[in-house]
């Protein structure tokens, strides 16, 4: 006598190769994954910007920059693919503090002296956003 299926489920069974072709798929699409979120774009570029002037560098660049700030001068530092918040005259030190920045839309802050550091970058044409996946 054959089992009935109640109304709304579906009678699945594996066969012996199901279960090897659905772990490479979940693999290949991990790895692809990975690889696609995980590039930097060539384009990024770091953003200062201070009360009275604002600078714009690569990220690639190699630089440290002393930007007058409202309580005195904040040096950034840019390096190895990375831009920092190196000293500040501010109280806290947190901006000091802060992980070095490396990726579009990462930004760190010293408030009390008015200055911003900015990763950004215009993504490709061929980015992958919400609306392509």
């Known amino acids: 006598m054959k089992k009935k299926t109640p109304p709304g489920y579906l009678n699945i069974s594996l ?25 930097e774009t060539a384009s990024s570029q770091v953003i200062i910007r201070g009360p009275d002037k604002a600078w714009v560098f690569p990220m690639d660049a190699e630089e440290q920059v ?15 693919g990375r831009a920092q918040i190196v000293s500040s005259p501010c109280g806290g ?26 990763i950004e970058g215009a993504e490709g044409k061929n980015a992958i956003d919400a609306v392509s996946w």
């Open 15 to 39: 066969k012996v190769l199901d279960i090897p072709v659905i772990l490479l798929a979940a693999a290949l699409t991990l790895i692809v994954g990975i690889t696609v979120y995980s590039k």
């Open 66 to 80: 002393l930007v007058s700030g409202f309580i005195g001068e904040t040096k950034v530092k840019i390096s190895e």
């Open 93 to 118: 030190q947190t901006c000091v503090a802060a992980s070095p920045l490396r990726k579009n839309g990462q930004w760190a802050a010293c408030l009390p002296n008015g200055v911003l550091l900015l």
